[in-house]
């Protein structure tokens, strides 16, 4: 259990170093969003491939940097994943 916890604060902190420093994004452009999850989600395979992670770990941590960080909401439509905060 405390593997996972490390696994997804790393998750979270790799997130906050590539909004912070490499990819701003525009938080009404889903587009940008759709680009960056997909970039992170392949960053968070890795990592969790390097960690020996289970594929939940990393796609509970992808679920939970989307909610958070990127806004997405897991109960809206299909047509629009992401919600203007």
Excluded: R
């Excluded at 902190?13 to 680009?35: G, H, L, R, W, Y």
């Excluded at 594929?55 to 919600?83: F, T």
């Amino acid at each position: 259990m405390e593997e996972n916890k490390d696994f997804l604060n790393e998750c979270i902190s790799i997130t906050n170093t590539t909004i912070d420093k490499v990819f701003k994004i525009d938080s009404n452009d889903e587009q940008e969003k759709q680009i960056l999850g997909a970039y992170l989600f392949g960053m968070f395979n890795g990592l969790g491939h390097e960690k020996n992670s289970t594929p939940v770990e990393i796609q509970g941590a992808m679920i939970q940097v989307a909610n958070e960080k990127l806004k997405c909401s897991l109960e809206s439509d299909n047509a629009k994943l992401c919600y203007k905060k």
